[in-house]
């Protein structure tokens, strides 16, 4: 093939949005809301080992298949971790969390943590807060930064703002998510704490009690390749030059998958 023909992306076919679910039927304390959860984990854990940040996980961006298979989509706003913020507060996709609205400076992990938290909650109560409402309404539902966040903050405006709140009474988290799972509600605020460096990483909310019974280290995958700043050049490729990368890869994936099928026929040709 050479880099003036097209190459055409065909992926499976998904059925429905995880928002259209829990628009349609409540998914309450279903097993489904655990089953959808340890997914969504499994293929962060998955994105997080290469580095990337996914930076735009929401139920509109997380299909399901008929078997009930998830799969994220639209990495358009991913970045690589620790890549330097730079889009106006208004772009940022993501959920705006704690770190965001203070005056976070780099994209990591943990911002893709604080949306599986958000969209947890939403699985449990369908809606938690409109996006219009959540600068506000997210500082009330876990309190405000600790005076030892308090001194991390750059930006004079968002500290004078904050500072008369510091001491305000906050409602449990428990008052915003309708559950009486005591297991869930502790994910919840594992993923949902106000400090980026306190909230559960992937790998960490897989171990949790409340996915555990799913949880299956030997098929939970993590990628061979790990992102670096500088690869962010590959951005600027021409069309020709993403051709040619992309059939490389196709090309690569198949071979190695050969090479898997053949090497299995001839284990069980010695076994015989």
Same mark, same amino acid.
């Given at each position: 093939?050479?880099?003036?023909?097209?190459?055409?992306?065909? #992926? +499976?076919?998904?059925?429905?949005?995880?928002?259209?679910?829990?628009?349609?039927?409540? %998914? =309450? &304390?279903?097993? /489904?809301?655990?089953?959808?959860?340890?997914?969504?984990?499994?293929?962060?854990?998955?994105?997080?080992?290469?580095?990337?940040?996914?930076?735009?996980?929401?139920?509109?961006?997380?299909?399901?298949?008929?078997?009930?298979?998830?799969?994220?989509?639209?990495?358009?706003?991913?970045?690589?971790?620790?890549?330097?913020? #730079? +889009?106006?507060?208004?772009?940022?996709?993501?959920?705006?969390?704690?770190?965001?609205? %203070? =005056? &976070?400076?780099? /994209?990591?992990?943990?911002?893709?943590?604080?949306?599986?938290?958000?969209?947890?909650?939403?699985?449990?109560?369908?809606?938690?807060?409109?996006?219009?409402?959540?600068?506000?309404?997210?500082?009330?539902?876990?309190?405000?930064?600790?005076?030892?966040?308090?001194?991390?903050?750059?930006?004079?405006?968002?500290?004078?703002?904050?500072?008369?709140?510091?001491?305000?009474?906050?409602?449990?988290?428990?008052?915003?998510?309708?559950?009486?799972?005591?297991?869930?509600?502790?994910?919840?605020?594992?993923?949902?704490?106000?400090?980026?460096?306190?909230?559960?990483?992937?790998?960490?909310?897989?171990?949790?009690?409340?996915?555990?019974?799913?949880?299956?280290?030997?098929?939970?995958?993590?990628?061979?390749?790990?992102?670096?700043?500088?690869?962010?050049?590959?951005?600027?490729?021409?069309?020709?030059?993403?051709?040619?990368?992309?059939?490389?890869?196709?090309?690569?994936?198949?071979?190695?998958?050969?090479?898997?099928?053949?090497?299995?026929?001839?284990?069980?040709?010695?076994?015989?």
């Amino acid at each position: 093939m050479s880099p003036e023909d097209n190459i055409y992306l065909i #992926t +499976e076919h998904q059925d429905a949005s995880l928002e259209q679910l829990i628009l349609s039927q409540p %998914l =309450g &304390e279903t097993h /489904y809301t655990k089953v959808f959860l340890y997914q969504i984990l499994r293929g962060l854990k998955y994105i997080h080992s290469a580095n990337v940040v996914h930076c735009n996980l929401k139920p509109s961006n997380i299909l399901i298949g008929h078997n009930c298979d998830l799969r994220i989509t639209d990495f358009d706003h991913a970045r690589i971790q620790g890549t330097k913020v #730079t +889009e106006p507060f208004s772009e940022i996709q993501c959920f705006r969390t704690p770190e965001l609205l %203070l =005056g &976070e400076c780099t /994209y990591e992990f943990a911002i893709d943590m604080w949306s599986v938290g958000y969209i947890f909650a939403r699985m449990i109560n369908r809606e938690l807060f409109s996006l219009e409402d959540w600068k506000v309404n997210s500082l009330h539902a876990i309190g405000y930064p600790p005076r030892s966040m308090m001194s991390g903050i750059d930006d004079a405006n968002i500290s004078e703002n904050l500072e008369p709140l510091l001491n305000t009474r906050c409602k449990p988290l428990r008052c915003y998510i309708n559950t009486t799972d005591l297991e869930a509600m502790g994910l919840a605020e594992h993923l949902l704490a106000f400090d980026p460096k306190a909230r559960y990483q992937a790998n960490q909310a897989l171990l949790h009690k409340y996915v555990s019974f799913y949880h299956d280290p030997d098929d939970e995958p993590v990628s061979e390749q790990r992102w670096s700043v500088s690869d962010t050049d590959y951005v600027n490729l021409p069309v020709d030059t993403w051709k040619t990368l992309i059939l490389s890869e196709i090309l690569d994936h198949h071979n190695k998958q050969l090479s898997s099928e053949v090497s299995s026929k001839y284990v069980m040709v010695e076994m015989k």
